[in-house]
Nanobody, 126 residues
Framework: QLQLVESGGGLVQPGGSLTLSCKAFGFRLNYFGIGWFRQAPGKEREGVSCITGSDSSTYYDNSVKGRFTISRDNALNTVYLQMNSLKPEDTATYYC???????????????????WGQGTQVTVSS
């Protein structure tokens, strides 16, 4: 069974940091493009970062560039999203997802991503 499981969300103060993890079961992450998305209440799901499987190229939405870092550990079959300098507007449910055509990851088209995790809540508040 192909599955993605996120973890690492929580409550953090503005300016704080969190690291989200996305572990894959049943397939190898390095053969896919992996994207991190987020969805706040009443808003559409938006892509924030992705990493390609082929050459590990990384991409970031302007809203998180310079604050978030995506990485992959092939041995652990896990992708991470290190989030620094968090802001209240980063509050959302964060999802990781896999796209089979790695180069498509940066388009963040929800329909292109065939596998999704269950999401992890990130709340940035004082």
């Amino acid at each position: 069974q192909l599955q993605l499981v996120e973890s690492g969300g929580g409550l953090v103060q503005p300016g704080g940091s969190l690291t989200l993890s996305c572990k894959a079961f049943g397939f190898r992450l390095n053969y896919f493009g992996i994207g991190w998305f987020r969805q706040a209440p009443g808003k559409e799901r938006e892509g924030v970062s992705c990493i390609t499987g082929s050459d590990s190229s990384t991409y970031y939405d302007n809203s998180v560039k310079g604050r978030f870092t995506i990485s992959r550990d092939n041995a652990l079959n896990t992708v991470y999203l290190q989030m620094n300098s968090l802001k209240p507007e980063d509050t959302a449910t964060y999802y990781c997802a896999a796209v089979s055509t790695s180069a498509m990851c940066r388009g963040y088209a929800v329909d292109d991503y065939g596998y999704w995790g269950q999401g992890t809540q990130v709340t940035v508040s004082s």
